[in-house]
């Protein structure tokens, strides 16, 4: 394990000849989702369909195009520049129900909570040892679970597929779904409870999972969420891999290497005459934390244009490489629970020593790694000056998310923590420090979202669900 996920899926096929009998077809194909039960019972299948679920849990991230980019692309991290409406909709903060980008990135959550379950089922029957492998499905589904709330409408279903008949699930508000996380979360700590490195590694990454999941259910429980993480080294981190033959890294292939998103600034358009209230200045600020620049031609004078042929490009190449491992959680995340908890118990003090400790010492954000073109060094931001308490309640909330909006840039945190701002916090959707307003660079204004919508598909196929509750934070 060391503290990361490896998952390989080989997919294996095999042709044969036949007579001339009319009744034999020459060719069978064979639908590839389609697989016999009774080929899965045994101890490898049960460690095949493990493996499975984990290369979902990280297509379902950071190795595909998933609510990682696109909820960045709903709040203020990334901006579109492809050719895609699908995008331009979504950064438009205007989805609409039939986007098959969102539909494909709410399915990839699904089938790993559907892979978990199964795995889970397989590996207690023939394969309980080591039970760090068992721990590691429950959290699995929990990290499913946590993004599902974090980033789509209240209304989320929750069916399983996993038995003879399948259940449909109805629809859950956020919170209940966060609730269903927390206890996915428990089930692996308390699986995960051995000192051997996996088991270790699980039980610290299903705490800051746990912690994360607690805090979407309200602010009544970061007392709780800081005491889960307690104790978690600020080093810890539970990555997900990249390759060059078995996935890129998609924030760094679709961004860098595709040049369909570009880093989202308070100031847009090529020109930068378009102000854009809210929005975090993750170019503008030159914070090393996102070291944000624009892309220039090979000549080293042109500044490189999108995919959409016009924007130029904005990238943060020197963050991740194309087959840089991403922290699904980091012990940094402990911290800012921490000082979340610390805010909410009126102890600013605290908050702020937190907040400062991280920034006094060299912390590694991505390790070195390979790319086609040589080696990736890694990120590790510098020293950076310690901050000065506001002094309001106001000014702190606003440092605290500011700070974890450069912290965790990227990672899947930045939608749910601006809704946690205005379902906990009391600002308004179109306040300050919340969703983009304004105009938008492409043209026309930025929508009412607030999240990603469960998308029709799920009407047709799912007889429980007839869409969202609201699309309320």
């Known amino acids: 394990m060391q503290g990361r996920v490896r ?31 009774s080929s899965v019972e045994s101890a490898a299948g049960a460690v095949a369909v493990r493996n499975g679920a984990l290369a979902r849990l990280r297509a379902a991230t950071a190795d595909d195009e998933s609510t990682w980019l696109f909820g960045g692309l709903l709040v203020d991290e990334w901006a579109t520049s492809s050719t895609f409406v699908q995008n331009d909709e979504t950064d438009q903060r205007q989805t609409k129900l039939d986007n098959a980008t969102v539909q494909g990135e709410l399915r990839a959550l699904y089938r790993v909570r559907t892979s978990a379950n199964q795995a ?11 039970v760090s492998d068992v721990a590691e499905m429950y959290f699995a589904r929990g990290f499913a679970e946590l993004q599902l709330a974090s980033d789509f409408c209240n209304g989320i279903p929750l ?19 966060f609730t269903v996380a927390v206890a996915s979360f428990d089930s692996a700590i308390t699986i995960a409870n051995g000192t051997d490195n996996a088991s270790v590694t699980i039980n610290r990454a ?36 990249a390759s060059l033959t078995g996935g890129n890294n998609i924030l760094w292939s679709q961004p860098a290497g595709s040049n369909r998103y570009t880093v989202s600034d308070s100031l847009q358009g090529n020109n930068r005459s378009i102000l854009v209230k809210n929005a975090t200045p993750f170019l503008s600020a030159k914070d090393p934390r996102v070291p944000a620049h624009y892309k220039i031609a090979s000549n080293g004078k042109d500044t490189v244009k999108s995919q959409d042929g016009n924007t130029y490009v904005i990238q943060v190449d020197s ?17 800012l629970i921490e000082a979340e908890a610390a805010l909410k118990a009126g102890n600013a003090a605290q908050m702020m020593t937190i907040l400062n400790a991280l920034r006094a010492s060299p912390l590694q954000i991505t390790a070195p790694s390979p790319t086609a073109s040589g080696t990736h060094p890694g990120w590790t931001t510098p020293v950076m000056a310690a901050l000065t308490d506001p002094g309001t309640q ?36 179109d306040g300050s420090d919340t969703f983009p307003i304004g105009t938008h660079y492409k043209g026309g204004t930025f929508g009412p979202d607030l999240n990603l919508p469960v998308t029709s598909d799920e009407q047709v196929g799912n007889p429980s669900f007839s869409g969202c509750l609201d699309r309320k934070a």
Request: net charge positive; proline share 5%; hydrophobic share 45%.
């Open 7 to 37: 998952a390989t899926i080989v997919l294996a096929a095999a042709a044969a000849f036949v007579g001339c009998d009319p009744k034999t077809p020459l060719l069978e194909a064979v639908d590839p989702d389609i697989i016999d039960p």
């Open 319 to 335: 963050l991740w490489g194309q087959t840089s491992a991403v922290a699904l959680v980091h012990g940094l995340d402990a911290r």
């Open 120 to 130: 889970i089922a397989l590996l207690n029957k023939y394969r309980p040892q080591p």
């Open 159 to 177: 069916t399983d597929g996993t038995g003879q008949e399948i259940v449909y699930g109805a629809p859950l508000t956020v919170k209940e779904v």
């Open 394 to 429: 106001d000014g702190r909330v606003r440092l605290l998310f500011r700070e974890k909006a450069f912290w965790q840039f990227g990672r899947g945190h930045r939608l749910g923590d601006l809704r946690r701002l205005i379902r906990d916090y009391g600002r308004a959707a």
């Open 206 to 241: 299903a705490r800051i999972g746990k912690a994360r999941a607690l805090l979407g259910i309200g602010l009544d429980k970061a007392a709780d969420a800081a005491a889960a993480v307690a104790g978690i080294p600020t080093t810890f981190r539970y990555d997900v891999t």
